[in-house]
């Protein structure tokens, strides 16, 4: 039996900017996308979610597809 498996597109998250002064849903945002300090870089996968909290915090972060 042959498993396939489906390749999800993922983002590469870097935060460049600091979160001091931001509000306090877009702290949380950060923390939910798994970025806790500065010039952290992290994968996630690409969905609705993830899509959704990124256009929150776009000018905080530097994104890649991958």
Known sequence: M???TKIMAKYRITQI???NGE???QKANLRSLGIHRMHQTVEVEKNPVTT???EKVLHL???EEI
């Open 61 to 63: 972060v530097k994104v």
């Open 17 to 19: 900017i600091s979160k």
């Open 52 to 54: 959704g909290m990124l």
């Open 23 to 25: 509000t306090s849903r």
């Open 2 to 4: 042959v498993r396939r």
